[in-house]
């Protein structure tokens, strides 16, 4: 098992320029998530989606755009990318079973996006 | 105010030292709380969870302890090895609310030979 995987590893982008993050597991896992970590803050929630079919917002959700393509595949979309979008982003999900979607999170191992 | 602060923010230590990292909380009500590790470039991994009733949990060489009334978990690591140099993340998980999991900012742990 792969686990979660995530592409590109790498990308720089220009102010204004748009993107898709790309995240798949292989878990079975019914919740995924997306997350952004930057130097000297926590991991911070962009969206989610507690299963196939529905996405919620997180605590930063402002500049994105998610698409759970279906169970395996979770996208996140910069539709035009400011500087203040330069972070680690990082793809989860969890097992997702009821009363508990915020279970243990297997994460991919990150996106590092620079926008200059 | 739902917070989780980690101490210290970073950690130097010899290999073959012990060392405790500390995490407070005030996020109510509170439902678990998990360490998670994570190395340089890659994503973090659970160590341990901690629910209210647990006071403290073992996972080989580390040791996580939760006081429930004061709101204080930490992760005690024996021995360390040059592996564990990475940032152990504390993240606290409320029982309810729709975004309910609350994430520390790490501590940074180095281990030197």
């Known amino acids: 098992n792969a686990g979660v995987t995530q592409t590109p590893k790498f990308q720089v982008l220009k102010t204004g320029q748009s993107m898709t993050l790309q995240c798949a597991q292989d878990m079975n896992h019914n919740s995924m998530y997306w997350y952004r970590q930057d130097p000297g803050m926590g991991l911070r929630l962009i969206y989610y989606?507690?299963?196939?079919?529905?996405?919620d917002k997180g605590e930063v959700p402002n500049g994105y755009n998610v698409s759970r393509l279906n169970k395996r595949e979770f996208s996140l979309r910069l539709e035009s990318a400011a500087p203040s979008q330069t972070s680690v982003y990082f793809c989860?999900?969890?097992?997702?079973?009821?009363?508990?979607?915020?279970?243990?999170?297997?994460f991919g191992p990150g996106t590092r996006l620079t926008v200059t | 105010k739902n917070q989780v602060e980690q101490s210290p923010q970073s950690l130097i230590i010899l290999e073959g030292k012990n060392c405790t990292l500390q995490c407070n909380y005030t996020v109510s009500p509170f439902s678990n709380l998990r360490w998670y590790k994570q190395d340089t470039g890659r994503g973090p991994v659970s160590l341990t969870i901690m629910t209210f009733s647990e006071n403290t949990k073992s996972n080989g060489r580390y040791t996580a302890t939760l006081d429930a009334d004061t709101k204080q978990s930490s992760l005690h690591i024996t021995a360390s090895q040059l592996s564990d140099s990475a940032s152990y993340i504390c993240?606290?998980?409320?029982?309810?609310?729709?975004?309910?999991?609350?994430f520390g900012t790490g501590t940074r742990l180095t281990v030197i030979p």
């Open positions: 993240v606290v998980r409320k029982q309810t609310g729709a975004n309910n999991l609350f």
């Open positions: 989606s507690a299963s196939e079919g529905t996405t």
């Open positions: 989860a999900s969890s097992e997702g079973t009821s009363g508990s979607i915020w279970g243990e999170q297997y």
